[in-house]
């Protein structure tokens, strides 16, 4: 049974794309009302982990307990109705593009209540002046910078006050100021709007500076977890490598091959 | 080297078979009615226009053009037979029977089929497929229940045009430009086209080819790998799956219909 503290519970979580294991025996708690981060490098699947939890994948086995209900247990109407509870800001934004930012944001609020218009607009307002971006309601999706779109993607997936909200590498290409912007956004939504994050990143100072608790994955499972402070102290060199950004290390910089020389003087 | 080949054989067909469940899972969940009716309204209505109002240009030109050649190939023999007043009949019939269902059918697949394939891949690359699930709608109803409907609704009408756009342009050249007598061109056809055996016959097939074309395109685009490379294949087996199935479909309801 999950406990209240924790919103999320990830237990004994194997998952297998075709016959390439991605995850082996994955245990995650993730706290109600914090940032929790998950860090690892590329390619090791860590937006599957959030696909994961969304339910949007299903794992080999294991458990995934979401504020009570076990996402792998439901079924396709189940898991629609717990979605309502979760936001999910994708890497790109996603956003529509044939639809203005208003409309965007609005769109979440259209399909699942029957609220007036002046009430939608009232809503998708004072969504888009939290992420600052009020005055670009008119603009469409093809007409804002990478920043501006991952925040208005961000003002669509609080929409409906979700109680979770994942965060799906939100600091890829972003240049300082925008990485600066969404690195506060994420904090201070989490702390006004009273939510749950969960930041899956690999960029390890902005992680460090909003996260309240850090998860690294790699080799298909949780090598470290602890507080932002713990894990500066952590002295497994696969960790240090990782937060250090050490070319060479456990996680080596050759991809595997054949002897070096032999390789060159082999014309054959 | 057998083995391999079996093996490659074995895999091609475990491919072709879960290939047609998830077309199949994608049309039944597409066409569950989902409790959402007044909401789907206006999206039906928007691509009714991409896909069936943005074809007409290229069918109504199409049948025009078709009309008069059939009209002048169809001049050139019956006038060695004196039986040039039966050319009315012979284009209606060719129209109606044949033409019109079929090559509006490859129009359309090659328009508007292989757009719905495109839009869709995109729209899977770019997340937005994933972004409706996460916002807990689901988008067989959001997006492919719309396009399908829009097919279904289009291709039939589009194909009644390109006929009736087809005649007019065979009037124009056999009777305009050739002489061939206006009372004779319209009153031999009107003596000779059925309503149930040419004319309900076409539109049958029409609409088998409307389900096959559209539900072609949105499974391709729906399955495709979402990469710049995946899109273009999926974009190509639209069109070239659903030419293949028109052609053989239109074999097959021929030969039930007037075999």
């Known amino acids: 049974m999950i406990s209240s503290d924790n919103i999320i519970e990830i ?9 390439r294991a991605i995850y082996q025996d994955i245990n995650l708690k993730v706290p109600r009302g914090k940032v929790t981060a998950i860090m690892g490098p590329s390619g090791i699947g860590k937006t599957t982990l959030l696909r994961l939890i969304g339910g949007q994948l299903k794992p080999s086995s294991g458990a995934i307990e979401f504020d009570g209900d076990d996402i792998t247990q439901c079924n396709r109407k189940q898991l629609y ?6 936001g999910m800001l994708f890497q790109s934004g996603a956003l529509f593009t044939e639809m203005s930012v208003f409309d965007n944001i609005a769109f979440p609020i ?12 009232k809503i998708v307002l004072m969504k888009l002046e939290a992420v600052g971006l009020r005055g670009a309601a008119k603009l ?33 290409g972003q240049d300082p100021i925008s990485m600066g ?17 969960i930041v899956v990143s690999h960029d390890v100072e902005e992680v460090l500076s909003i996260a309240d608790y850090v998860y690294i994955v790699a080799n298909k499972t949780v090598i470290a977890h602890g507080t932002p ?8 060199e696969q960790v240090i490598q990782f937060m250090q950004g050490k070319p060479d290390g456990p996680v080596p910089f050759h991809f595997p091959s054949d002897d070096y020389k032999k390789d060159i003087f082999n014309n054959a | ?36 009716g007044l909401k789907l309204l206006p999206l039906l209505i928007k691509q009714l226009y991409i896909v069936g109002v943005q074809s007409l240009i290229i069918i109504v030109v199409s049948g025009l053009f078709i009309g008069m050649v059939l009209s002048l190939q169809g001049y050139t023999i019956l006038v060695g037979y004196g039986a040039e007043q039966s050319l009315g009949q012979m284009v209606a019939l060719s129209l109606l029977r044949e033409l019109g269902p079929v090559v509006s059918a490859l129009l359309f ?8 394939t495109a839009e869709i891949g995109l729209m899977k690359s770019n997340e937005q497929l994933s972004s409706l699930e996460m916002m807990a709608i689901d988008p067989l109803h959001q997006v492919i229940a719309p396009r399908f409907w829009a097919g279904i609704i289009s291709l039939p009408l589009l194909s009644a045009i390109f006929s009736t756009v087809g005649i007019l342009g065979g009037h124009l050249v056999g009777v305009d430009w050739l002489g061939v007598d206006t009372g004779a061109f319209w009153s031999v056809m009107q003596a000779s086209v059925e309503w149930q055996e040419d004319i309900v016959n076409g539109g049958i097939k029409s609409l088998v080819f409307a389900v096959v074309v559209t539900w072609i395109a949105l499974h391709k685009g729906y399955d495709a790998v979402p990469t710049s490379e995946g899109i273009s294949k999926a974009t190509t087996s639209t069109v070239v799956q659903s030419s293949l199935a028109i052609l053989g479909l239109d074999f097959v309801l021929t030969a039930l219909m007037f075999g």
């Open chain 1, 81 to 86: 109705k717990v979605r309502r509870k979760m």
């Open chain 2, 109 to 116: 697949a090659g328009r508007a089929g292989s757009a719905l």
């Open chain 1, 110 to 121: 259209r399909e699942h209540t029957d609220l007036s218009e002046s009430i939608i607009r």
């Open chain 1, 140 to 172: 469409f999706p093809s007409e804002l910078s990478g920043g501006m779109a991952r925040r208005a993607a961000l003002a669509r997936s609080i929409a409906l006050d979700p109680e979770l909200i994942m965060y799906d590498e939100p600091f890829a």
């Open chain 1, 229 to 236: 402070e713990q894990l500066r102290h952590e002295s497994s």
């Open chain 1, 181 to 197: 912007v969404i690195v506060r956004l994420i904090r201070e939504l989490n702390d006004a709007l009273g939510l749950t994050s």
């Open chain 2, 1 to 36: 080297m057998l083995d391999k080949r079996l093996q490659s054989l074995g895999r091609h067909g475990v491919d072709f078979i879960t290939g047609a469940g998830r077309a199949g899972a994608l049309l039944i969940g597409a066409l569950k009615p989902a409790g959402r």
């Open chain 1, 11 to 19: 237990s004994n979580l194997h998952f297998s794309r075709e016959e």
